[in-house]
């Protein structure tokens, strides 16, 4: 428990430096383009356009539980838009800056989270886009919408803690990164965001609700269908205390073994370069 106490309180006492950090990478991306920081708003709203333009108009997809199938597909989407690149990003964020890092008293710890909070501008953007796609689709907010707060506390313990995890790997087996960006690829289709997995269990019966629930061990299931929940006014995530458990036993075991094993190896990442 000590490696995790210090890397979390690595972060508490940086924090300024984390946003200063994930600023000034921002401002960097953008300083070349005429429109600057503002592709942070025409990125996502062009995306968001063409799936709309796809999914919306062209193949406009049958209601998910009386949900509009644009809708429901891009609750889920806007999260993974954030989660997949701070996790390829993320994963390789120390292996990228250790060179930069290592003659500097600088916390080698922070350099995942100042992908994730540098990919978190773009992300509340996109939030605000779903807020107005669902009103223009007549969602009217409920007190469910609060649970928003504990999805986002558990997308950002969930992608620090495999952050933290992952990019001591991807320093010391480089194999590692490859293998994660075409696993991010595959996950996309395994997980609950261009398709309802229900479907299975509805037409395999048995066999199928065994397939969905070796689905839900993904624990972006979780974070993602809490969104839905939490937009759509479905349900709280206590009703499924088993499931609400098992995400944050393996959160905290990633973070565990994260922190043990970056601690351990932190001083030799030179070595690996």
């Given at each position: 428990?000590?490696?995790?106490?210090q890397v979390l309180k690595e972060q508490l006492e940086h924090r300024n430096l984390i946003f200063r950090m994930a600023s000034f990478e921002l401002k960097g991306m953008y300083q070349i383009h005429y429109l600057g920081s503002f592709w942070q708003f025409l990125n996502p709203a062009i995306q968001v356009a063409i799936y709309w333009f796809v999914f919306g108009t062209i193949r406009?997809?049958?209601?998910?539980?009386?949900?509009?199938?644009?809708?429901?597909?891009?609750?889920?989407?806007i999260p993974w838009f954030f989660i997949s690149?701070?996790?390829?990003?993320?994963?390789?964020?120390?292996h990228q800056k250790i060179?930069?890092?290592?003659?500097?008293?600088?916390?080698?710890?922070?350099?995942?989270?100042?992908?994730?909070?540098?990919?978190?501008?773009?992300?509340?953007?996109?939030?605000?886009?779903l807020i107005v796609i669902a009103l223009v689709y007549g969602v009217e907010p409920s007190l469910y919408v609060i649970q928003v707060l504990y999805y986002l506390l558990c997308l950002y313990a969930f992608l620090f803690a495999f952050s933290l995890l992952s990019s001591t790997i991807s320093t010391l087996i480089r194999d590692y990164q490859m293998a994660l960006q075409s696993f991010m690829r595959m996950l996309l289709y395994v997980s609950p965001i261009l398709w309802d997995t229900s479907l299975i269990t509805a037409k395999f019966s048995e066999v199928g609700a065994v397939i969905e629930n070796f689905l839900r061990l993904n624990p972006l299931f979780y974070i993602i269908e809490g969104f839905r929940d939490s937009i759509l006014g479905r349900a709280w995530f206590y009703q499924d205390l088993v499931y609400t458990g098992y995400f944050w036993v393996l959160t905290l075991c990633l973070?565990?073994?994260?922190a043990k094993i970056h601690i351990k190896f932190r001083k030799d990442f030179m070595d690996y370069l």
């Amino acid at each position: 428990m000590n490696s995790v106490k210090q890397v979390l309180k690595e972060q508490l006492e940086h924090r300024n430096l984390i946003f200063r950090m994930a600023s000034f990478e921002l401002k960097g991306m953008y300083q070349i383009h005429y429109l600057g920081s503002f592709w942070q708003f025409l990125n996502p709203a062009i995306q968001v356009a063409i799936y709309w333009f796809v999914f919306g108009t062209i193949r406009g997809g049958a209601p998910v539980n009386g949900t509009p199938f644009f809708l429901w597909l891009i609750i889920g989407l806007i999260p993974w838009f954030f989660i997949s690149p701070s996790i390829i990003q993320g994963s390789n964020s120390v292996h990228q800056k250790i060179g930069l890092v290592s003659k500097m008293n600088f916390p080698v710890s922070l350099l995942p989270s100042i992908r994730i909070v540098s990919n978190s501008f773009q992300f509340f953007i996109m939030l605000i886009i779903l807020i107005v796609i669902a009103l223009v689709y007549g969602v009217e907010p409920s007190l469910y919408v609060i649970q928003v707060l504990y999805y986002l506390l558990c997308l950002y313990a969930f992608l620090f803690a495999f952050s933290l995890l992952s990019s001591t790997i991807s320093t010391l087996i480089r194999d590692y990164q490859m293998a994660l960006q075409s696993f991010m690829r595959m996950l996309l289709y395994v997980s609950p965001i261009l398709w309802d997995t229900s479907l299975i269990t509805a037409k395999f019966s048995e066999v199928g609700a065994v397939i969905e629930n070796f689905l839900r061990l993904n624990p972006l299931f979780y974070i993602i269908e809490g969104f839905r929940d939490s937009i759509l006014g479905r349900a709280w995530f206590y009703q499924d205390l088993v499931y609400t458990g098992y995400f944050w036993v393996l959160t905290l075991c990633l973070l565990y073994f994260g922190a043990k094993i970056h601690i351990k190896f932190r001083k030799d990442f030179m070595d690996y370069l």
